[in-house]
C-alpha cells in the first residue's frame, strides 16, 4: 500500500513541478521610484548609520530590495494567475498552511534615489514532498529579477512551505474540573518590584525614592530616571489621593472582573501616580479631582491589592 501512497506523491510532485519556470509576477512595476524618505525610514529603522546612505551621493541600503517591490496594503495587480494555481493545487491537497521559511538576494547595481524600480518574477522550483516539523508540504520559491530604469540592479529569492499541519497528538478525555469562581490575574512579581508588593502584603504603600537625587518614582524600577542612579529607599505613602484621570470598563467583559467598573489614575499626595479600581462609588459618580483614600481589598485567598475608596460630593 505505501508504493501506493509514494506513486501518488510522485504524480502530484511531477504535477506541481509543472509551474516550475512559469510566471508569478509579470511587468510589476514598483509604486514609488527610489526616494531618500523611504531610505531615512528604513536607516532609523533598522539603526544604519552608514554614510553611504545620506547626502547627494546616496544609494539606498542594498537590503531594501525588496522594499521597493512590495505592494503595500492596497496590494499588487501583477500577480500571476499561475502562481494562484499553484497555491490553489497545494490547498486542494490539503496543504491549507503556509509559512515564508527563508530568503536570498543577490546585489547586481546599487539602487539610487529616482530610479524607477520594475520586476518579473517566477516560479523557480516547487520541492517533493518533505516533512518537517510543522508538517508535510511543498517548498516552493520564487525568484524575483529587479530593475533599475531597466538595468538588471538584482535578485530576490523567496521560499515558502506550503503544508499540511501535522495532527496533534490527541489528549485522552478528562473529565471537567468542578467550575470554580474565575480569579483575578496575578500581579507579576519580580526582583525589581517585589518591595511594593511585601509592603501591600504589611499593608503598607511603598514608593521609591532616589538616594541620590530624593525623586520619588512609581511605577518601581530598577534605577531614577532622573539622575540614573541605582541606589534607592522607600517612603510610605499617607493613602491620600486624588483621581488625575480615569474610564469607566464596559468591554471587553474578563472574568472575576463585573463591568461596568472605574479603573482610575490616582495622583497620590506625595506626587506620584498609580492606577487602581475607585470602589465605594457608583463608578459613573466618579470624577477628576475626587479625593480617594488608600485602602487593601482582599481578593481571595492569596490576593489583597491597593484599591482607592472615593467619596461622593
Ligand atoms: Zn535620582
Not at 298 to 312: A, K, M, T
Request: glycine share 8%; charged share 20%.
Amino acid at each position: 500500500m505505501t508504493a501506493t501512497a509514494d506513486e501518488e506523491a510522485a504524480r502530484f510532485h511531477e504535477l506541481l513541478k509543472a509551474f516550475e519556470g512559469r510566471p508569478a509576477a509579470i511587468a510589476g512595476r514598483a509604486k514609488d521610484p527610489v526616494n531618500e524618505p523611504m531610505i531615512r525610514h528604513w536607516c532609523e529603522a533598522m539603526g544604519d548609520t552608514s554614510p553611504a546612505y545620506t547626502g547627494p551621493d546616496a544609494i539606498a541600503p542594498p537590503t531594501m530590495l525588496q522594499a521597493w517591490t512590495m505592494g503595500g496594503l492596497s496590494g499588487h495587480s501583477d500577480r500571476s494567475c499561475a502562481y494562484d494555481q499553484l497555491l490553489a493545487l497545494l490547498d486542494g491537497a490539503g496543504c491549507t498552511s503556509v509559512v515564508a521559511t527563508d530568503c536570498e538576494q543577490e546585489y547586481l547595481r546599487p539602487l539610487r534615489p529616482g530610479d524607477a524600480v520594475t520586476f518579473d518574477a517566477v516560479i523557480e522550483s516547487v520541492s517533493a514532498r518533505k516533512t518537517t516539523k510543522l508538517g508535510t508540504g511543498h517548498f516552493v520559491t520564487t525568484r524575483m529579477d529587479v530593475r533599475a530604469n531597466g538595468e538588471p540592479a538584482g535578485t530576490h529569492r523567496f521560499r515558502i512551505l506550503k503544508y499540511r499541519p501535522a495532527a496533534t497528538t490527541a489528549q485522552p478525555a478528562r473529565p471537567l474540573p468542578p467550575k470554580q469562581p474565575a480569579r483575578r490575574p496575578r500581579p507579576v512579581i519580580n526582583r525589581d518590584n517585589h518591595g511594593f508588593w511585601e509592603g501591600v502584603r504589611a499593608h503598607r504603600l511603598l514608593i521609591q525614592r532616589c538616594s541620590s537625587c530624593a525623586t520619588l518614582r512609581f511605577p518601581w524600577l530598577p534605577g531614577c530616571n532622573a539622575c540614573a542612579s541605582p541606589e534607592w529607599g522607600t517612603v510610605e505613602a499617607s493613602g491620600a489621593g486624588t483621581v488625575f484621570s480615569y474610564v469607566v470598563m464596559h468591554h471587553p467583559p474578563f472574568p472575576a472582573f463585573d463591568p461596568p467598573y472605574a479603573v482610575a489614575l490616582v495622583e497620590l499626595a506625595e506626587g506620584v501616580r498609580m492606577i487602581g479600581n475607585i470602589t465605594g462609588v457608583p463608578y459613573d459618580k466618579v470624577r477628576i479631582g475626587m479625593p480617594v483614600r488608600l485602602e487593601f481589598l482582599r481578593v481571595d485567598e492569596d490576593l489583597e491589592l491597593p484599591v482607592f475608596r472615593g467619596s461622593e460630593g
